[in-house]
Each structure stands twice: as C-alpha cells, then as structure tokens.
Nanobody, 122 residues
Framework: QVTLVESGGGLVQAGDSLRLSCTAP????????MGWFRQAPGKERQFVAA????????HYAESVKTRFTIFRDTSKNTVYLQMNSLKPEDTAVYSC???????????????WGQGTQVTVSS
C-alpha cells in the first residue's frame, strides 16, 4: 500500500496564499508524474495542476494557471502547490496523486493521498 501525505491546508481569507505539500515514498515519487486535484462539496473532482517526473513539464487548470504553481523537490520526495490570490471558489479538499505519465485525468493516477482541506473565506 502506497500512501501519499498532504499537508498545508487551512482556513484563509480571499487574496491570501497557501502552500500545500505532498510527500510520497520513493517508489511512488521517483519517475512518477505528480498531480493535484480538488473536490468541493457536491461537485466532481477537478484537475488543478500536474508536473512531470523531471519537473520540466507542467499543466494547469485554466482557473488557476495565473495564481497557482506546482513544483517538486526530488531530494525530499515532495511536490508542492503554491496557491496565491486565493478565492472562495478555491475552497475544496485538495489531494495529490502519482501517475506513470503526466496527465490531467484523475483515472490516470495510481496513488492518492487522503486530502487536505482548503477553505477560503470572502
């Protein structure tokens, strides 16, 4: 069983920033693309951002591409999601995931974390 562990969520005000972290065991990080997804209450899971195993390619959802940045630190087996200028509509549970290749579709990901809550008040 491979477990990814997210952290960094919380309650913030609109316009604030948060940095989410996701740490994975080496066997679920090295050579894997990593992605962030989110799910708000009553809504389907939504792609947020993804980064290739090398860190050279990134994809973002249109709604976050000018505000969020995904990056990874191989030495720490950790992927980060820097979220700036947060909006109330960013409120959701954010989960990280690992896939064999860079993808924006959740079904392509094999390992998932339990999620961390991000709440943005207006």
């Amino acid at each position: 069983q491979v477990t990814l562990v997210e952290s960094g969520g919380g309650l913030v005000q609109a316009g604030d920033s948060l940095r989410l972290s996701c740490t994975a065991p080496v066997r679920a990080f090295s050579g894997y693309a990593m992605g962030w997804f989110r799910q708000a209450p009553g809504k389907e899971r939504q792609f947020v951002a993804a980064i290739s195993w090398s860190g050279t390619s990134r994809h973002y959802a249109e709604s976050v591409k000018t505000r969020f940045t995904i990056f990874r630190d191989t030495s720490k087996n950790t992927v980060y999601l820097q979220m700036n200028s947060l909006k109330p509509e960013d409120t959701a549970v954010y989960s990280c995931a690992a896939a064999f290749k860079l993808d924006v579709v959740g079904s392509a990901y094999h390992y998932w974390g339990q999620g961390t809550q991000v709440t943005v008040s207006s």
